[in-house]
């Protein structure tokens, strides 16, 4: 829920995609100003930037300047003109009325009459940022600890280095919440039967509280020696993926997938069940997701052995068998499943829970295939852009699955008819191609079934 929130704040107030929504309210405290960051490993389909904690900030690297001030006199105080405060507000309703039947794991929900969703929030930001010229002066007064293991090691595995100079956090407490009203009849089926009629609502919310860092923006550092600067027009800038058609892109996206990813099709039977279990955990639980996402990333950054234990039975059987695989195995592996990782976190979380139904009712191969039809189409690069796709890959053996697969498609900006014409809700090729390399992975895992 954290998600949509700081996604839905940064949709609203940057178009520029520099401003980088935070995923988990777990991880806030690492994305404030000064914090150090590592960029994540560029993607076709990714336009927008990303970014890894490191656990430290620049003053943690610095060496003692002569008057061993701290870097907190940089942050704007009271009403400095460098803290700016506003609101954003959002409120969705959705109402539907007909009949729903949904199957997850043991259970089947099946739902007849109305259904409304109600989401409903306003939060007071406050947006700060690090002055440049104070940065400017810093980099005279206190010169970089070239000693410090962070940076030897940083520079030993020539990776990049970022700071965040500029947040958009919470001026104070907001609550946001959810509510599904459900009235009619309602079957639920675990391992008893249970009927009942009438009204059924389900409200989940959270707390966000203040001061919590929602997103961020972040600049390069180059570090020569024990000196440092800031890289305001680095040579390697992000690569513009809308140049050239949806086809040569699509062509590129199936070669990075195919290259990252391939090294799962090498697993046994048996491994190809405890990655796809893995996978499925994550998908439902955050927490998990966070876990898994962070032990990868410290597989990747590790340059001796890195040891993989969890409290997690969902997690255990996977960071076992990466435990005994080989340094050159393991590696790939992990960048595989970060990867992997990367794309579901593209993806809404109701997205997430109809891919899991997709792969209980084994229909993943063909939402393939009618996904990777969308990508070969450069209308999907524009908003209102209308194209066809084969009405045939729409054809399910129920219609139930066909509504899923329609729905599904629409969140990430595509809405399809059940002839297999199709509009952009939005500019989606970067959101559809999250959900192919979603499909391809959860695919390739579940062919052992």
Request: proline share 2%; with cysteine.
């Amino acid at each position: 829920m954290f998600k949509k929130v700081t996604q839905s704040v940064v949709n609203q107030m940057d178009s520029t995609r520099d401003l980088v929504p935070v995923h988990s309210i777990l991880d806030h405290e690492h994305f404030r100003p000064l914090c150090l960051v590592k960029p994540k490993k560029k993607k076709i389909w990714k336009l927008s930037p990303g970014y890894t904690q490191t656990w430290y900030t620049l003053d943690d690297v610095l060496l003692p300047g002569e008057d061993n001030r701290s870097t907190e006199s940089l942050f704007p105080k009271g009403d400095d003109q460098d803290s700016r405060q506003f609101t954003v507000k959002k409120r969705v309703s959705d109402t539907v009325d007909g009949s729903v039947s949904l199957h997850v794991e043991s259970a089947s929900v099946a739902l007849k009459g109305v259904a409304s969703l109600s989401r409903e929030w306003s939060i007071k930001l406050q947006k700060n940022h690090i002055p440049i010229p104070k940065l400017e002066a810093l980099k005279t007064e206190r010169k970089m600890n070239a000693n410090h293991s962070f940076i030897q090691q940083l520079q030993k595995k020539q990776q990049r280095l970022y700071m965040v100079h500029e947040t958009v956090e919470t001026s104070e407490e907001t609550i946001y919440e959810e509510s599904i009203k459900a009235e009619g009849s309602l079957k639920t089926q675990f391992h008893a039967k249970f009927f009942a009629k009438g009204t059924r609502e389900n409200r989940q919310g959270i707390t966000i509280p203040k001061g919590c860092t929602l997103a961020f923006r972040a600049i390069e550092l180059t570090i020569t020696d024990g000196s440092w600067d800031l890289q305001y027009f680095p040579e390697s800038s992000r690569t513009l993926v809308c140049d050239g058609s949806s086809q040569g892109k699509l062509d590129r996206l199936e070669a990075e997938v195919k290259d990252t990813c391939q090294i799962f099709s090498k697993l046994s039977s048996d491994l190809f069940v405890v990655f796809l279990k893995a996978i499925k955990a994550v998908m439902r639980d955050r927490n998990l997701f966070e876990e898994l996402t962070h032990k990868m990333e410290a597989v990747l950054d590790e340059t001796g052995s890195c040891e993989l234990k969890t409290e997690s039975p969902d997690l255990k059987d996977l960071l076992s068998s990466l435990q005994n695989s080989s340094r050159h195995l393991l590696l790939k592996l992990a960048e595989a499943i970060t990867y992997t990782l990367d794309a579901l976190d593209e993806l809404m979380e109701d997205q997430l829970l109809m891919l899991l139904e997709s792969l209980e009712e084994k229909i993943v191969s063909q939402q393939l295939k009618l996904v990777k039809s969308i990508l070969e189409h450069d209308d999907i690069e524009h908003s209102e852009g209308h194209f066809h796709v084969d009405a045939s890959l729409l054809s399910f053996s129920q219609e139930r699955e066909q509504k899923l697969t329609i729905a599904m498609v629409e969140m990430s900006g595509v809405k399809l008819q059940k002839d297999g014409s199709a509009v952009c809700t939005k500019a989606a090729f970067s959101a559809v191609a999250a959900l192919y390399v979603s499909l391809y992975v959860l695919n390739l895992l579940s062919n052992s079934d």
